[in-house]
């Protein structure tokens, strides 16, 4: 199965400026803009990083408005992956 996720200036730009802070970030460093096709293990790796920003109990997107298009699309892929 494969995965998209479109990606805007706006959307590289916000995790730019988060960096290597977080895992959720790193996972999305070498993306570019417009639709990015996702492998199944890129999709993977992306989840994982997520979770792993959310051990213990913390929110998803750590520097990220949770109300931003780029959260509800990461949320939107998260919750697609299985």
Do not use: C
């Amino acid at each position: 199965m494969a995965y998209t996720l479109e990606l805007t200036t706006d959307d590289l730009d916000a995790i730019a400026f988060v960096g290597d802070r977080y895992e959720w970030s790193q996972s999305l460093a070498t993306l570019a803009e417009g639709t990015n096709e996702l492998s199944e293990s890129e999709a993977w790796t992306i989840s994982e990083a997520i979770e792993s920003d959310m051990d213990g109990g913390h929110d998803a997107y750590p520097l990220l408005d949770p109300r931003s298009d780029l959260a509800e699309k990461l949320t939107e892929l998260y919750q697609s992956i299985v």
